[in-house]
């Protein structure tokens, strides 16, 4: 008897496997880059970790988890996303005592039963990465940018970044009964999943591809428009420091994402080289109160995840080939010394790393020699502060670890020589 794979399942070989390798290499490389180290969970949890997690009502908790009871007849489900099984990791593991943020990436298989098409499995790999510990406009940028920067560098061009903001827990909700007030008139125009998800997972509705349903759409409040003044300012300081970087974004005020923990900031990457409802390619976004509702402390974090076979297949879809991959230098630690200094950071960061350079930041301000320790302890060879002066002047001085040596450079008119000292081995 010849068997087959179960459906929604494949075997890699070949050609698959070499662009398998190369996607976790990139990945893997640029996430090095960033600073964020890897963890790895297990293919299943207890059930609660995602039912809680991710949400009662939501679609994969309903439909499209594999759940099953083991010989003492305790519920397991094989997971069907990363973020509930990093933050169980974190919680149980106390993580969150180490230096803040958390910064943490993840490459493994999940499972979701679902009917099988062209880039859909049932049981599929993602790459992700969750940022732990920091509530900052920063670190939000720093993530978005990462994702960014990921499909650039596997060969990726016409990215189109959509960024929106559903809110803190208090002002969605403010705008979620607005919005079933508006929505309950005309609930005769919305498809039947609507109709369902209407007083549930009524944000969902948004992400309806059904004609009559955007048409509905069109006329209704929009959540970025009501948001408390501090989701505001928030959702305004990220979208000045993309302009900063460089990154184009556009405000996609219809954009929602369809877990039950994500707060503030989501955002989305699409390519316009697909013409395709299904022209996605990742996305992701902030989760200020999934932790504590786990039973850990209030930390607020934010991350991203993308599917490893999607992605693949739109590589050769966009006729993407592998090319050769290369390895930067000297990692490079930057102290910012005051949250007012975060553009003139982001600069430099964005030079050095599109240099090569291996570097990060202190994303929570706190006591210079602190830093300057952690650098030491976690193997940065160069350390460059950033207080009032340097900021004024438009300088940074370098420190050497090793040798303690140290230069001052004018961040204007010294790039080369800025690179060159970095890359110097002391």
């Given at each position: 008897?010849i068997?087959?794979?179960?459906?929604?399942t494949?075997?890699?070989?070949?050609?698959?496997?070499?662009?398998?390798?190369?996607?976790?290499?990139v990945?893997?490389?640029?996430?090095?880059l960033?600073?964020?180290s890897?963890?790895?969970?297990?293919?299943?949890e207890?059930?609660?970790?995602?039912?809680?997690g991710?949400?009662?009502n939501?679609?994969?908790?309903?439909?499209?988890?594999?759940?099953f009871?083991?010989?003492?007849?305790r519920?397991?489900?094989?997971?069907p996303?990363?973020?509930?099984?990093?933050?169980?990791?974190?919680?149980?593991?106390?993580l969150?005592?180490?230096?803040?943020?958390?910064?943490?990436?993840?490459?493994?298989?999940?499972?979701?039963?679902?009917?099988?098409?062209?880039?859909?499995?049932?049981?599929?790999?993602?790459?992700?990465?969750e940022?732990?510990?920091?509530?900052?406009p920063?670190?939000?940028?720093?993530?978005?940018?990462?994702?960014?920067?990921?499909?650039?560098?596997?060969?990726?061009?016409?990215?189109?970044?959509?960024?929106?903001?559903?809110?803190?827990?208090?002002?969605?909700?403010?705008?979620?009964?607005?919005?079933?007030?508006?929505?309950?008139?005309v609930?005769?125009?919305?498809?039947?999943?609507c109709?369902?998800?209407l007083?549930?997972?009524?944000?969902?509705?948004?992400?309806?591809?059904?004609?009559?349903?955007?048409e509905?759409?069109?006329?209704?409040?929009?959540?970025?428009d009501?948001?408390?003044?501090?989701?505001q300012?928030?959702?305004?300081?990220?979208?000045?420091?993309?302009?900063t970087?460089?990154?184009?974004?556009?405000h996609?005020?219809?954009?929602?994402?369809?877990?039950?923990?994500?707060?503030?900031?989501?955002?989305?990457?699409?390519s316009?080289?697909i013409d395709?409802?299904?022209?996605?390619?990742?996305?992701?976004?902030?989760?200020?109160?999934?932790?504590?509702?786990?039973g850990?402390?209030?930390?607020?974090?934010?991350?991203?995840?993308?599917?490893?076979?999607?992605?693949?297949?739109?590589?050769?879809?966009?006729?993407?080939?592998i090319?050769a991959?290369?390895?930067?230098e000297?990692?490079?630690?930057?102290?910012?010394?005051?949250?007012?200094?975060?553009?003139?950071?982001?600069?430099?960061?964005?030079?050095?790393?599109?240099?090569?350079?291996?570097?990060?930041?202190?994303?929570?301000?706190?006591?210079?020699?602190?830093?300057?320790?952690?650098?030491?302890n976690?193997?940065?060879?160069?350390?460059?502060i950033?207080?009032?002066?340097?900021?004024e002047?438009?300088?940074?001085?370098?420190?050497?670890?090793?040798?303690?040596?140290?230069?001052?450079?004018?961040?204007?008119?010294?790039?080369?020589?800025?690179?060159?000292?970095l890359?110097?081995?002391?």
């Amino acid at each position: 008897m010849i068997y087959n794979s179960p459906r929604g399942t494949e075997d890699y070989f070949g050609e698959e496997i070499k662009y398998r390798n190369f996607l976790i290499e990139v990945s893997k490389r640029l996430f090095d880059l960033f600073n964020y180290s890897e963890i790895i969970t297990p293919h299943f949890e207890h059930t609660e970790v995602f039912s809680r997690g991710i949400g009662e009502n939501s679609e994969i908790v309903n439909k499209e988890m594999y759940t099953f009871f083991d010989k003492k007849n305790r519920s397991l489900t094989l997971r069907p996303e990363g973020t509930a099984s990093v933050v169980r990791a974190v919680i149980e593991n106390k993580l969150y005592s180490e230096n803040l943020p958390l910064k943490l990436f993840y490459i493994g298989n999940m499972f979701r039963y679902e009917r099988p098409q062209k880039g859909r499995m049932r049981e599929f790999c993602q790459i992700g990465v969750e940022a732990i510990g920091s509530n900052s406009p920063s670190i939000d940028t720093e993530v978005i940018w990462l994702l960014y920067d990921l499909f650039e560098k596997l060969g990726f061009k016409n990215l189109v970044l959509y960024v929106n903001s559903i809110g803190c827990s208090r002002c969605r909700n403010d705008y979620i009964n607005m919005l079933e007030e508006q929505l309950l008139p005309v609930k005769g125009d919305l498809c039947e999943d609507c109709i369902s998800r209407l007083g549930k997972n009524t944000l969902r509705i948004f992400d309806c591809k059904v004609k009559t349903c955007r048409e509905v759409l069109k006329n209704v409040a929009k959540i970025s428009d009501n948001l408390c003044e501090s989701c505001q300012k928030h959702f305004i300081e990220i979208k000045s420091l993309l302009d900063t970087i460089g990154i184009k974004y556009v405000h996609n005020k219809n954009l929602v994402r369809g877990f039950d923990y994500y707060t503030r900031t989501i955002f989305e990457i699409i390519s316009s080289d697909i013409d395709s409802a299904q022209n996605a390619l990742g996305g992701g976004g902030r989760y200020d109160n999934l932790i504590k509702e786990f039973g850990g402390p209030e930390i607020s974090s934010i991350g991203f995840a993308i599917g490893l076979e999607r992605t693949i297949l739109l590589m050769k879809e966009l006729g993407i080939r592998i090319p050769a991959s290369c390895k930067p230098e000297n990692k490079t630690y930057i102290i910012n010394m005051d949250t007012a200094y975060d553009k003139y950071i982001f600069e430099i960061l964005k030079f050095l790393r599109d240099s090569g350079i291996y570097c990060d930041i202190n994303f929570n301000i706190r006591n210079v020699g602190k830093e300057i320790k952690f650098a030491q302890n976690n193997d940065y060879k160069n350390v460059i502060i950033i207080g009032e002066d340097e900021y004024e002047k438009k300088n940074i001085i370098i420190k050497k670890l090793l040798s303690y040596s140290q230069e001052e450079f004018s961040w204007i008119s010294d790039k080369e020589k800025i690179l060159n000292f970095l890359k110097k081995m002391e």
